[in-house]
């Protein structure tokens, strides 16, 4: 498997959900689903509104992206 990709592809799936108005905690809680679904070892996310970054151990490596969110929305 290609971790580097498979990490972009969970955070654009990170992003879409915090363009669309979920909340942080929802973010955070789906991406960690995502990458354990996939075997992950260990998952670290740290979301806020304009940011997501996201460190995970495949095989013994870390991999670790950021991805920097431009528009999002808040609904209340």
């Known amino acids: 498997m ?3 990709r498979f990490l972009s592809d969970t955070l654009t799936i990170g ?3 915090l363009c ?3 909340e942080v905690s929802r973010v955070e809680d789906s991406i ?3 990458c ?3 075997g992950a070892e260990r998952v670290d996310v740290f979301t806020i509104t304009s940011s997501i ?3 995970v151990v495949f ?3 870390t991999y670790t992206q950021t991805r920097r969110i ?3 929305r808040t609904d209340f």
Do not use: F, H, P, Q
């Open 2 to 4: 290609k971790y580097a």
């Open 15 to 17: 992003e879409k959900m």
């Open 20 to 22: 669309s108005g979920a």
């Open 32 to 34: 960690i689903r995502i």
């Open 36 to 38: 354990s679904a996939y």
């Open 53 to 55: 970054v996201v460190s």
């Open 59 to 61: 095989e013994g490596k």
């Open 70 to 72: 431009l528009n999002y």
